[in-house]
């Protein structure tokens, strides 16, 4: 063994008990105990209790011990590795950074035998199902390999214990112990233990929420919606858009075809979507001439071959010198009172005033008795703040109550559910309105556009009602 590293464990022992304590050990009655039978290591229970003497038996080398977790409850996530190959451990770290963990909060340890612990500590104790969805996910995303890693905890019932750090294996007689993110040795292991810092509980359950949103599908049109890709903003003030969009989806349907109504017609809006998107006059073109054609083997048109290439290729031309673009609905407009101003100058902090109207803005168009949908991630890329500003100024609504979290959304991938908020000053009457007819096309560029009109306002009011 390293003696380099017994003696630092034998200089730091009453901090390692500490902090093996405080990042790790849960439930105090009972624990494992790794024995060596003949040539096979062995685990047996012991339904004694894990003092503080036990622990430090097993940094001593005379005991090799681990714990168990707090009821339903644990303080981390260890992906077990059960192989020596550093291409899966190096997979497992980028798959968890992936979705937001920093890599100085993932922690690799070398098990001792061949394999490799990776553990993730937190502030605070976490549902273990909740910890379990999250390890699965992020296995599943290494394939095959996955299948050489197991979670622990593994399950809420009855999971296997963990062995601590620091452990002596029984058959290879090696210490374990922590080394860098790329794999390399540390000048002092014992050192960076005692300096890990656990990281905040609520960062994993919103890695949760954004799993369930990835796979959430339209319960409600233009109320309940998945989060993996906002939906644009002219979908909902558009409806050219969203027609243009699902005739390309879908083509022309029986039910919306008329005398008056056909190809031609409809091919204005498909013409629209592609301009929409970016595309040049002559990508336009052909995208438009390949739906309307497609129009025609399906038996929807009655245009020959020819005719279509010559009807789009005019309608293209007109369209971009026109520089023609999808109408806003007359009435889309967005109705300000004095009570959301005075609720967006209830704090003095910019970051704080910009989530509030962003929650404020969305709740006005999709709330049903004032409660609705969203997630940090949608208000985060409305405003331009990080997922974490957006967090902590959501806690700190939650805790005033200007938000109420009514349904937490947890990723399933049989029954998703969604996040859903009560904002109780949506149900308030609106006095002293102001109203603001926005131009824009997407959910950042409303926020922005009504934003900035928010901000020329001063966020004051007045008896006489909102004033610049």
Known sequence: ??????????????????????????????????????????????????TDSVVRSHLQGTRTVGCFYLGKYSKFLCFDVDVSDENIVNSMINAIQEWGISINDIHVELSGLKGWHIWLFFNEPILINDLVE??????????????????????????????????????ANVRTTFKTNSLQELKNPIQYFLDIKPISGWDIQERLILLKEETLQHRKLEKKYTESELPPLREQICPGYS???????????????????????????????????????????????????????????????????????NDIAH??????????????IIVVSKNDIEAVNMYDDFF??????????????????????????????????????????????IEDGFVVRTCTGSYNSYNPR???????????PRIDNYEMQPTANTFKELFEETYLQIESLNFQTTKEGITA
């Not at 022992?13 to 290591?41: A, D, T, W």
Request: aromatic share 10%.
């Open 1 to 50: 063994m390293n003696s380099r590293l017994e003696q630092l464990i034998a200089e730091n022992e009453k901090q390692l008990v500490s902090k093996i304590n405080h990042l790790i050990v849960g439930q105090r009655k009972g624990f494992i105990e790794q024995y060596k039978k003949e040539k096979e290591v062995l685990y047996y229970t012991s339904k004694k209790s894990l």
């Open 134 to 171: 999250f390890g699965k996910f992020i296995i599943s995303k290494l394939g095959q390999e996955g299948k050489k890693i197991e979670l622990r905890p593994e399950n809420d019932i009855n999971s296997r214990g963990i062995k601590l750090p620091f452990a002596i294996h029984k058959k």
């Open 243 to 313: 027609l243009g969009k699902k005739l390309i989806d879908k083509g022309m349907q029986s039910v919306e075809m008329t005398e008056s109504k056909r190809r031609h017609y409809y091919q204005f809006f498909v013409a629209l979507y592609y301009k929409s998107q970016g595309y040049s006059e002559e990508q336009t073109k052909d995208k438009v001439i390949e739906w309307a054609i497609n129009e025609l083997k399906q038996g929807r048109s009655n245009s020959s071959q020819d005719e279509i290439i010559l009807d789009v290729t």
């Open 319 to 332: 369209i971009y010198r026109k520089n023609k673009q999808f109408h806003h609905k007359s009435n889309s």
């Open 352 to 397: 704080m005033k910009k989530v509030i109207w962003c929650i404020l803005l969305l709740g006005s168009m999709f709330h049903e008795n004032g409660e609705f949908y969203f997630s940090l991630r949608q208000i985060a890329k409305m405003t331009d703040c990080s997922k974490n500003t957006v967090d902590r100024r959501l806690r700190i609504l």
């Open 418 to 428: 969604a996040s859903n908020y009560f904002v109780p000053s949506l149900l308030k």
